[in-house]
T-cell receptor, first 110, second 115 residues
C-alpha cells in the first residue's frame, strides 16, 4: 500500500509561476525524499529532508516537513518548461524501506 | 557503467509466457528495490533486498512473481505465466542503506507488454 499521498494529482502553471505540491504519510519516518520522473522512466532524486529538520532548500526547490501533521510540501520557484514532470514523495522508514506516493503531474506552460 | 542498469529496456511477450528482467545495481550498494509502475500511476513496491538479510517480499502481487539477488549484486525478477495486467514498467533501484540516507538511484526501467 502507498505510504505517501500527494496532492494535487495534477498541476498546470504558467512559466515563471511557483508550483507547490503536498505529501502526507502515515507512519513514523527516518527521512522524506522527493523524486522527479520524466516520460515514465527512471526517477531522479531531488532533495531529502530528515525527520528532525523543518525546511530545506536546494536551488529553486524548497521542502518543508511537519512531523506532527505527517506532511511535507515541495515548492518549485520560478518554474520553467523543463520542470514539466511527475514529482513523487517517498518516505524512508526506520528499517530503510522506501515507500512512494502516487505522484503529482506538473505541466509548465510556456 | 556508474549507474543502475536494467535489461531488457522493452519486452513484448505473449500471455502465458515467462519473462526475466535483470538489474545491475551500482557497485557497493547493499540495498536493491523492485517497483512496478502502470501507465500514469505511482510506484508499487514489489520486493526489497538488503545485504544478506531475508528479502522483504511483501509487495509481490502473486506467486507468479519471484526475484533473486545473486552474490549481493545482480538481481533478476521473474514473472511466470504472464497476464495482460502484468503490463507495466518495472523499475529497479539501489542504495547505500545502512548508515546512508536511503537515497535511491534508479535504472531506466524495463517496459513489459503482455499481449
Amino acid at each position: 500500500s502507498q505510504q505517501g499521498e500527494e496532492d494535487p494529482q495534477a498541476l498546470s502553471i504558467q512559466e515563471g509561476e511557483n508550483a507547490t505540491m503536498n505529501c502526507s504519510y502515515k507512519t513514523s519516518i527516518n527521512n522524506l525524499q522527493w523524486y522527479r520522473q520524466n516520460s515514465g522512466r527512471g526517477l531522479v532524486h531531488l532533495i531529502l529532508i530528515r525527520s528532525n529538520e523543518r525546511e530545506k532548500h536546494s536551488g529553486r526547490l524548497r521542502v518543508t516537513l511537519d512531523t506532527s501533521k505527517k506532511s511535507s510540501s515541495l515548492l518549485i520557484t520560478a518554474s520553467r518548461a523543463a520542470d514539466t514532470a511527475s514529482y513523487f514523495c517517498a518516505t524512508l522508514s526506520n528499517d530503510y524501506k522506501l515507500s512512494f506516493g502516487a505522484g503529482t503531474t506538473v505541466t509548465v506552460r510556456a | 557503467g556508474a549507474g543502475v542498469s536494467q535489461s531488457p529496456s522493452n519486452k513484448v511477450t505473449e500471455k502465458g509466457k515467462d519473462v526475466e528482467l535483470r538489474c545491475d545495481p551500482i557497485s557497493g550498494h547493499t540495498a536493491l528495490y523492485w517497483y512496478r509502475q502502470s501507465l500514469g500511476q505511482g510506484l508499487e513496491f514489489l520486493i526489497y533486498f538488503q545485504g544478506n538479510s531475508a528479502p522483504d517480499k511483501s509487495g509481490l502481487p502473486s506467486d507468479r512473481f519471484s526475484a533473486e539477488r545473486t552474490g549481493g549484486s545482480v538481481s533478476t525478477l521473474t514473472i511466470q505465466r504472464t497476464q495482460q495486467e502484468d503490463s507495466a514498467v518495472y523499475l529497479c533501484a539501489s542504495s547505500l542503506a545502512t548508515g546512508g540516507t536511503g537515497e535511491l538511484f534508479f535504472g531506466e526501467g524495463s517496459r513489459l507488454t503482455v499481449l
